[in-house]
């Protein structure tokens, strides 16, 4: 009997990796699921697993399940003819018949010797290397191949042969038993919105809103073909123009489902019409609109096109119905299923949205219904519901000028979404058609705002809108705010300050709180590389002021810098207190663009508080809200995902997150986060074992921020690294120089989270100039000082150096001992990175990956010091080119390593 493995554990890199650790273990896997759903896929990417084995496959296809043998055909004619000639002969001629070489087998007997032909020729592959048959579409199997296939894995206890089949089924597999035990059934479940999404963004890129991959993971209920299908046919036809006009559902999927929906009698229309129109239907409120569930639906759940549920509740049978009834809907049904809800329902946003479908002329009474449903709509969490209420609100409103205050809104709504196109055509309408100059101004920051992280343009924008705010103090506030972000952007600090004082006073003048909280924020910010406790009253005034204020991006923008100040004095607590009380608050309030910028303080402050695998899931989920709403700017996510990999996931996406993040920033011309890019990019070059490669980014970082005014060193906690990266590579005098430097800033802003790092790196330094054992000591004393340290993860990186001083002081058990406490602690913040390196270093310190090589490996390993070539070395020791190359291969994975460099480097401490 085989095992099951729950599905909702199981995704695609979930599947992927079950499913590999089951082939590893000698386990054969069934997948299994409906069309679509990625089945083939995971075949494909595990026909690899098994180290070594013959790979025999076939993929079966209805139109051919009538032709016996056929699938016999595709998994051994090749194998027949290389090892047919170790069949004994009958059994040779009767499989050559099954396989379409002569005479088809017609007698019971030959059947039986086709059968033991095919056992005898499994058992011959196998006798010289383990065999995995894989097999797709496992329900098309012709009947006479699944009848050997059967006899053949009731005989293979034993035998190194595994199968990897997949079967399309909705209710459970049905043939379990052409695989041999022990067999698992992986079940796929459905990709979850996200997975969606990258389904998507890799197919088309990033043409489909947000709201568009929410319909379609909603309409294909998570399976991959139905989300590409509705998501090609969206980039040809265009996105719908708003929540309730039906999706465009292709002819490859209509053929699927189709069928169940011909037999229903015209009569069912309007009641599935309705049930396709409603938000959240029942049979109380088919009741409501004057219809009978039962008696109008019957054939519907007959036909299993209709499913019911708990408290009345009732629901397609798969979401893609719903689209495709109301798609195919009759206009005048259509707007009589809307006609009977609006009537029917009480609650004010859905009754608004179905009156806007029956009313579509202007009707100023409308429009405040409207207007009124959105404003619900966002105190419920639910801004891009809000958004296309107050676009319809909008379209119903008569008077041209109203109608443009009402666009604003609209757009101001799609912006919090992340809706960026929406936004920004929105603004775009509201500032042609608007008269009154605060909706003008409003419209052109929005518009300065969906500029993103290029803010090279907006200049214009600017003076344009300071032009128009006619001596009103609340908008002076909030254009000389935007005027001291751009200042900032262009590196003038001096400006930016002097804008944002301006902006106080205006803001105060008006009494415009909310302005008020956001540009006080901004102030401590930046100032906080000049007096810290100046900075940090300020940061905390703005977070006390916002109390009881709506939500509102300047709050959240308040409340966010308080909590950073927190955790760059070391208040880390505190600081995770208020991060996650702010992300809840933002998920609540559903505004995905603020959720992006809190989930990048919420992975920077995880990340000090040793909770590394929790800043993981919070910056990749930041990574790819960027990627959503972006608008081709995506910097800042890049650079929190590049952190956050090197911290807690792989050394390999932290480095290609940061290339890209280095591209996007130079892109944007956003220095501000381009230094943090570059700075990133550095830190993992050093992480891999590359000082020298990473002084160049390094540098890069560095002089940006000297340009840029002076340096917070709590900021980013990278200068450290700088040091230790110019120490390993030789320039001591340059090491000491930025060591200086930063030292003296830390000291003057009493920046104490950044001590420890930097005596990490001076103690570094003078192992490096030949005093390790000086270095130790002063380092062991830190350490003792800091054993408390707020960042636990600094403090495990000082432990990791001290082992490397050690070692160069000859103390071998001292670097030990040290090398084991820093593991124990990376492993406590689930630093996998960085214990993994940590851990190679224990094993060549420990001797267990030098005292086996062999001659041949060692003669390389001189070579390699000398600085041959490969050609060389293979000329050297009578090995061909390929055979260095794979011992070579084999040495890097024994000692950590990636370039013969980095080999020959490792090997000189060992000696």
Same mark, same amino acid.
């Given at each position: 009997?085989?095992?099951?493995?729950?599905? /909702?554990?199981?995704?695609?890199?979930?599947?992927?990796?079950?499913?590999?650790?089951?082939?590893?273990?000698?386990?054969?896997? @069934?997948?299994?699921?409906?069309?679509?759903?990625?089945?083939?896929?995971?075949?494909?990417?595990?026909?690899?697993?098994?180290?070594?084995?013959?790979?025999?496959?076939?993929?079966?296809?209805?139109?051919?399940?009538?032709?016996?043998?056929?699938?016999?055909?595709?998994?051994?004619?090749?194998?027949?003819?290389?090892? /047919?000639?170790?069949?004994?002969?009958?059994?040779?001629?009767?499989?050559? &018949?099954?396989?379409?070489?002569?005479?088809?087998?017609?007698?019971?007997?030959?059947?039986?010797?086709?059968?033991?032909?095919?056992?005898?020729?499994?058992?011959?592959?196998?006798?010289?290397?383990?065999?995995?048959?894989?097999?797709?579409?496992?329900?098309?199997?012709?009947?006479?191949?699944?009848?050997?296939?059967?006899?053949?894995?009731?005989?293979?206890?034993?035998?190194?042969?595994?199968?990897?089949?997949?079967?399309?089924?909705?209710?459970?597999?049905?043939?379990?038993?052409?695989?041999?035990?022990?067999?698992?059934?992986?079940?796929?479940?459905?990709?979850?919105?996200?997975?969606?999404?990258?389904?998507?963004?890799?197919?088309? /890129?990033?043409?489909?809103?947000?709201?568009?991959?929410?319909?379609?993971?909603?309409?294909?209920?998570?399976?991959?073909?139905?989300?590409?299908?509705?998501?090609?046919?969206?980039?040809?036809?265009?996105?719908?123009?708003?929540?309730?006009?039906?999706?465009?559902?292709?002819?490859?999927?209509?053929?699927?489902?189709?069928?169940?929906?011909? &037999?229903?009698?015209?009569?069912?229309?309007?009641?599935?019409?309705?049930?396709?129109?409603?938000?959240?239907?029942?049979?109380?409120?088919?009741?409501?609109?004057?219809?009978?569930?039962?008696?109008?639906?019957?054939?519907?759940?007959?036909?299993?096109?209709?499913?019911?549920?708990?408290?009345? #509740?009732? *629901?397609?049978?798969?979401?893609?119905?719903?689209?495709?009834?109301?798609?195919?809907?009759?206009?005048?049904?259509?707007?009589?299923?809307?006609?009977?809800?609006?009537? %029917?329902?009480?609650?004010?946003?859905?009754?608004?949205?179905?009156?806007?479908?029956?009313?579509?002329?202007?009707?100023?009474?409308?429009?405040?219904?409207?207007?009124?449903?959105?404003?619900?709509?966002?105190?419920?969490?639910?801004?891009?519901?809000?958004? $296309?209420?107050?676009?319809?609100?909008?379209?119903?409103?008569?008077?041209?000028?109203?109608?443009?205050?009402?666009?604003?809104?609209?757009?101001?709504? %799609?912006?919090?979404?992340?809706?960026?196109?929406?936004?920004?055509?929105?603004?775009?309408?509201?500032?042609?058609?608007?008269?009154?100059?605060?909706?003008?101004?409003?419209?052109?920051?929005?518009?300065?705002?969906?500029?993103?992280?290029?803010?090279?343009?907006?200049?214009?924008?600017?003076?344009?809108?300071?032009?128009?705010?006619?001596?009103?103090?609340?908008?002076?506030?909030?254009?000389?705010?935007?005027? %001291?972000?751009?200042?900032?952007?262009?590196?003038?600090?001096?400006?930016?300050?002097?804008?944002?004082?301006?902006?106080?006073?205006?803001?105060?003048?008006?009494?415009?709180?909310?302005?008020?909280?956001?540009?006080?924020?901004?102030?401590?910010?930046?100032?906080?590389?000049?007096?810290?406790?100046?900075?940090?009253?300020?940061?905390?005034?703005?977070?006390?002021?916002?109390?009881?204020?709506?939500?509102?991006?300047?709050?959240?923008?308040?409340?966010?810098? #308080? *909590?950073?100040?927190?955790?760059?004095?070391?208040?880390?607590?505190?600081?995770?207190?208020?991060?996650?009380?702010?992300?809840?608050?933002?998920?609540?309030?559903?505004?995905?663009?603020?959720?992006?910028?809190?989930?990048?303080?919420?992975?920077?402050?995880?990340?000090?508080?040793?909770?590394?695998?929790?800043?993981?899931?919070?910056?990749?989920?930041?990574?790819? @809200?960027?990627?959503?709403? %972006?608008?081709?700017?995506?910097?800042?996510?890049?650079?929190?995902?590049?952190?956050?990999?090197?911290?807690?996931?792989?050394?390999?996406?932290?480095?290609?997150?940061?290339?890209? &993040?280095?591209?996007?920033?130079?892109?944007?011309?956003?220095?501000?986060?381009?230094?943090?890019?570059?700075?990133?990019?550095?830190?993992?070059?050093?992480?891999?074992?590359?000082?020298?490669?990473?002084?160049?980014?390094?540098?890069?970082?560095? #002089?940006?921020?000297?340009?840029?005014?002076?340096?917070?060193?709590?900021?980013?906690?990278?200068?450290?690294?700088?040091?230790?990266?110019?120490?390993?590579?030789?320039?001591?005098?340059?090491?000491?120089?930025?060591?200086?430097?930063?030292?003296?800033?830390?000291?003057?802003?009493?920046?104490?989270?950044?001590?420890?790092?930097?005596?990490?790196?001076?103690?570094?330094?003078?192992?490096?100039?030949?005093?390790?054992?000086?270095?130790?000591?002063?380092?062991?004393?830190?350490?003792?000082?800091?054993?408390?340290?707020?960042?636990?993860?600094?403090?495990?990186?000082?432990?990791?150096?001290?082992?490397?001083?050690?070692?160069?002081?000859?103390?071998?058990?001292?670097?030990?001992?040290?090398?084991?406490?820093?593991?124990?602690?990376?492993?406590?913040?689930?630093?996998?990175?960085?214990?993994?390196?940590?851990?190679?270093?224990?094993?060549?310190?420990?001797?267990?990956?030098?005292?086996?090589?062999?001659?041949?490996?060692?003669?390389?390993?001189?070579?390699?010091?000398?600085?041959?070539?490969?050609?060389?070395?293979?000329?050297?020791?009578?090995?061909?080119?390929?055979?260095?190359?794979?011992?070579?291969?084999?040495?890097?994975?024994?000692?950590?390593?990636?370039?013969? $460099?980095?080999?020959?480097?490792?090997?000189?401490?060992?000696?």
């Amino acid at each position: 009997m085989g095992q099951r493995q729950p599905s /909702g554990q199981v995704g695609r890199d979930g599947a992927v990796g079950v499913a590999r650790t089951y082939l590893l273990a000698g386990t054969s896997v @069934l997948v299994v699921g409906p069309p679509g759903i990625g089945k083939s896929t995971v075949l494909a990417t595990l026909a690899d697993a098994v180290p070594g084995a013959r790979v025999l496959r076939a993929a079966a296809a209805e139109v051919e399940s009538g032709l016996p043998y056929l699938t016999l055909v595709d998994l051994f004619g090749a194998a027949l003819g290389e090892q /047919g000639s170790l069949l004994p002969g009958h059994l040779r001629a009767a499989l050559d &018949a099954a396989l379409l070489r002569t005479v088809a087998p017609t007698t019971p007997q030959d059947e039986l010797a086709v059968r033991l032909a095919v056992l005898e020729l499994v058992r011959i592959l196998a006798a010289q290397t383990p065999v995995l048959l894989v097999i797709d579409d496992l329900q098309w199997v012709d009947e006479p191949s699944a009848g050997v296939l059967h006899f053949v894995a009731r005989r293979l206890a034993g035998l190194p042969v595994q199968v990897l089949a997949a079967e399309r089924t909705e209710h459970g597999p049905l043939r379990t038993h052409l695989c041999p035990e022990p067999y698992v059934e992986l079940p796929l479940r459905p990709l979850d919105r996200e997975a969606v999404a990258d389904v998507l963004r890799e197919r088309f /890129g990033t043409v489909l809103s947000p709201a568009a991959v929410d319909r379609i993971h909603a309409a294909s209920g998570g399976n991959p073909l139905f989300a590409v299908e509705l998501g090609r046919a969206l980039v040809e036809r265009g996105e719908p123009g708003d929540a309730l006009e039906p999706l465009p559902v292709p002819d490859r999927l209509r053929s699927l489902l189709s069928a169940r929906l011909a &037999a229903l009698p015209p009569a069912a229309g309007l009641a599935l019409t309705v049930l396709a129109a409603a938000a959240r239907p029942t049979r109380a409120l088919l009741e409501r609109c004057g219809l009978d569930a039962g008696a109008h639906l019957a054939e519907a759940f007959a036909a299993g096109v209709v499913t019911g549920g708990t408290g009345g #509740a009732l *629901a397609f049978s798969h979401p893609l119905l719903r689209e495709m009834v109301y798609a195919d809907s009759d206009p005048a049904i259509r707007r009589a299923a809307h006609e009977k809800l609006a009537g %029917a329902l009480d609650d004010p946003v859905e009754r608004a949205r179905h009156l806007a479908v029956v009313r579509p002329e202007p009707n100023e009474a409308l429009a405040v219904t409207l207007t009124d449903a959105a404003a619900v709509a966002r105190r419920r969490g639910a801004p891009v519901v809000a958004a $296309d209420l107050a676009r319809l609100a909008a379209e119903r409103t008569p008077d041209p000028g109203w109608a443009a205050d009402r666009r604003l809104v609209a757009a101001r709504h %799609a912006y919090a979404s992340g809706l960026s196109e929406e936004a920004r055509r929105l603004a775009e309408d509201a500032l042609r058609e608007a008269s009154d100059p605060a909706t003008r101004v409003g419209a052109r920051l929005l518009l300065v705002d969906l500029a993103g992280q290029d803010q090279s343009a907006v200049g214009p924008v600017l003076e344009a809108a300071f032009q128009e705010t006619e001596l009103v103090p609340a908008l002076i506030a909030q254009v000389r705010a935007y005027r %001291a972000r751009k200042a900032f952007y262009d590196g003038d600090t001096e400006s930016a300050l002097a804008e944002l004082k301006r902006a106080e006073q205006a803001a105060e003048q008006a009494g415009d709180t909310e302005c008020l909280v956001e540009v006080l924020a901004w102030r401590g910010s930046i100032e906080s590389a000049f007096q810290v406790e100046a900075a940090e009253e300020l940061m905390e005034r703005a977070a006390t002021q916002s109390r009881g204020l709506p939500l509102s991006s300047a709050v959240v923008t308040a409340r966010q810098m #308080a *909590a950073m100040a927190r955790v760059m004095r070391g208040d880390v607590a505190e600081a995770v207190r208020r991060v996650e009380a702010l992300r809840v608050a933002v998920e609540r309030a559903g505004t995905v663009r603020d959720l992006s910028t809190v989930l990048a303080s919420v992975a920077s402050v995880y990340s000090r508080a040793g909770r590394c695998a929790d800043a993981l899931a919070a910056g990749r989920y930041c990574v790819r @809200l960027f990627a959503d709403i %972006a608008s081709g700017a995506p910097g800042p996510g890049l650079v929190v995902g590049a952190y956050v990999e090197l911290g807690g996931g792989t050394v390999e996406r932290a480095a290609e997150y940061a290339a890209q &993040a280095v591209d996007a920033c130079l892109a944007a011309g956003d220095e501000d986060w381009l230094k943090l890019a570059y700075a990133a990019r550095g830190q993992v070059l050093l992480l891999s074992g590359e000082p020298v490669a990473a002084l160049e980014p390094m540098r890069l970082a560095y #002089a940006l921020e000297q340009r840029r005014g002076p340096i917070d060193p709590a900021l980013l906690v990278w200068h450290a690294d700088f040091v230790e990266a110019l120490a390993l590579a030789g320039c001591r005098d340059e090491a000491a120089e930025v060591l200086d430097e930063i030292g003296g800033q830390a000291r003057r802003l009493e920046r104490d989270v950044v001590v420890l790092g930097l005596a990490r790196a001076a103690a570094l330094c003078a192992a490096v100039g030949g005093a390790p054992r000086e270095g130790a000591r002063d380092l062991s004393d830190a350490l003792t000082i800091w054993a408390d340290h707020p960042y636990p993860f600094e403090v495990a990186r000082a432990w990791h150096v001290l082992s490397g001083i050690e070692r160069r002081a000859h103390r071998r058990g001292a670097a030990r001992e040290a090398l084991l406490e820093a593991i124990s602690r990376y492993t406590a913040c689930g630093a996998a990175p960085w214990r993994a390196t940590a851990e190679a270093e224990l094993a060549r310190l420990d001797g267990a990956r030098t005292g086996g090589l062999s001659d041949s490996e060692r003669r390389i390993v001189e070579l390699v010091r000398q600085g041959s070539t490969n050609r060389e070395i293979a000329r050297s020791t009578y090995l061909s080119v390929k055979a260095v190359e794979a011992n070579l291969t084999r040495l890097y994975r024994r000692f950590g390593v990636r370039t013969r $460099d980095q080999l020959a480097r490792v090997l000189d401490e060992e000696r």
